[in-house]
């Protein structure tokens, strides 16, 4: 259900904030009020804010509906709760069709982005940027409330998408305080993203990017949210990780290609492993170990002349082989088994359904490797 005011100074430039909210009715007063306070330091742009909520349970609709008599330029759209990647797409459509603003802001409901820094997220569109993200990496950004495993996870969240997911400049792909001029996002394909958790914030990074965006990093403090719950679970987490397949297959021909080596290889090791053992009565250790071998330099020969087969070699064929084994290793023991043993010891997941996760891991950590070393660009 979408409700909005009578809107004023229909001439002027818009830029509408974004708020996708769930059980946020302890927040979601200040933080609006706090938006429409920085009105005064925007000369080119007249401020709206939406308010995309999933039927909260706890008033927050409520409170916005009250802020409306008092804010002409608030705005609610209401909706099932689907996931925040359906919220924001929501809020897309409702800005665009709706308001028919200029420019496009993300952000949180919940404190942990700074309302003071909107003026100058529009000023650097102003500028000649059309991407503008808050930074968390870049110098002067920071998240000092994350613990080491959320740490971990941002860390190798915004190496894969910038590395394979082509957002190459991009420091913090995974911010949620962003503005976007929706001349831009109009270029954009979103049926593909991710209407579930967090990793929305990725893909769309890497579709702007791929659509010709001239992004700018501004630094911010992503400081610890002072009341309500967290909304980010570890389901979230481990989902945002596997989106990232997302990326890369929507992105990345070699990928694909990669992976169709990959089962060649699994098929290669099972036949070459059945032969030696079962009909020459090799063995099983010197029989396994030959399989894998023969599967290893299988990929090595498809992926060089078929897969990576447009990159220029830079390395000599030796050198490429000796690095093809290195990633094997790396990819098997750290990304395949340790993450196998995380998933079962630690999550407590049960170990067959950690096994195509765990093969996921390995797939997307061998493929990186690779791609970045043995067939570097």
């Not at 705005?75 to 929501?90: E, M, P, S, V």
């Not at 020459?280 to 078929?306: G, K």
């Not at 950690?354 to 490797?369: E, L, M, V």
Request: hydrophobic letters at 45%; proline letters at 3%.
């Amino acid at each position: 259900m979408k409700q909005h005011n009578p809107r004023k100074n229909e001439s002027a430039l818009k830029a509408c904030v974004v708020l996708p909210t769930y059980n946020e009715a302890e927040n979601i007063e200040p933080i609006i009020r706090a938006i429409f306070d920085t009105q005064p330091n925007i000369k080119t742009h007249q401020l709206y804010v939406l308010v995309v909520d999933d039927n909260s349970t706890d008033g927050t609709q409520e409170i916005v509906k009250k802020q409306m008599k008092q804010f002409p330029h608030l705005n609610l759209d209401t909706g099932n709760k689907i996931g925040l990647g359906d919220a924001y797409k929501r809020g897309i459509a409702f800005v665009t069709q709706e308001l028919k603003a200029d420019l496009l802001l993300f952000m949180d409901a919940d404190g942990q982005h700074d309302p003071k820094l909107i003026p100058s997220f529009i000023n650097n569109i102003n500028q000649g940027f059309d991407l503008v993200i808050g930074s968390r990496l870049v110098p002067g950004g920071d998240s000092p409330g994350f613990s080491y495993w959320r740490k971990f996870i941002s860390v190798l969240g915004n190496f894969l998408v910038r590395n394979i997911g082509g957002a190459r400049n991009i420091k913090d792909c995974t911010s949620g305080f962003k503005c976007i001029k929706l001349d831009l996002l109009h270029k954009c394909d979103l049926n593909h993203l991710s209407t579930k958790g967090y990793s929305f914030n990725s893909l769309l990074v890497c579709e702007l990017i791929k659509n010709g965006a001239n992004p700018i990093e501004i630094p911010i403090i992503f400081s610890d949210r002072v009341k309500g719950k967290s909304k980010l679970s570890l389901n979230d987490q481990i989902e945002f990780l596997f989106n990232i397949m997302i990326i890369i297959f929507h992105n990345s021909r070699d990928f694909i290609r990669y992976c169709c080596v990959g089962l060649v290889g699994a098929a290669v090791n099972t036949g070459i492993y059945v032969l030696l053992n079962r009909y020459y009565q090799i063995n099983l250790q010197v029989a396994s170990l030959m399989a894998v071998e023969t599967a290893i330099l299988t990929n090595f020969l498809l992926n060089n002349y078929w897969t990576f087969k447009q990159r220029a070699k830079k390395l000599s064929l030796f050198q490429r082989l000796i690095n093809f084994h290195i990633a094997a290793g790396i990819s098997g023991v750290f990304f395949y088994y340790l993450f196998f043993l995380f998933l079962v010891q630690v999550i407590g997941l049960n170990d067959l359904l950690s096994i195509p996760f765990a093969i996921a891991a390995g797939t997307i950590s061998n493929f990186t490797i690779n791609s970045l070393w043995t067939w570097r660009k």
